[in-house]
Nanobody
Framework: QLQASGGGLVQPGGSLILSCIAS????????WGWYRRYPGKEREGVSC????????YYIDDVKGRFTISKDYATKTIYQQMNSLKPEDTAVYYC????????????WGQGTQVTVSS
């Protein structure tokens, strides 16, 4: 299970960097995704870094504001989040998986992101 970290309280327009350490895993063997869950709702995919060609995908809500990346040296998956909005407030999770969150059974601990003035 992967543990997300880096969340916190930030004002609208602010930035955060979420991290997910993938110890012992070859980063190129998987696609990597960030997901979020609003209270009382199902998880939704936010961003994906595909294996192979390393292409990326973002939901429309975060395009141009969020960036997913990976660092081979530290075996860490990142999500840089800029221009944060109150509607980005959620618990964020990482996964070595890109796709429908219902198809992934290995959720670890998420990290709370709260965007509020």
């Amino acid at each position: 299970q992967l543990q997300a970290s880096g969340g916190g309280l930030v004002q609208p327009g602010g930035s955060l960097i979420l991290s997910c350490i993938a110890s012992g895993i070859d980063l190129d063997d998987y696609g990597w995704g960030w997901y979020r869950r609003y209270p009382g709702k199902e998880r939704e995919g936010v961003s994906c870094l595909f294996g192979g060609d390393g292409g990326t995908y973002y939901i429309d809500d975060v395009k141009g504001r969020f960036t997913i990346s990976k660092d081979y040296a530290t075996k860490t998956i990142y999500q840089q989040m800029n221009s944060l909005k109150p509607e980005d407030t959620a618990v964020y999770y990482c996964a070595k998986y890109c796709g429908d969150p219902k198809g992934y059974p290995y959720w670890g601990q998420g990290t709370q992101v709260t965007v509020s003035s």
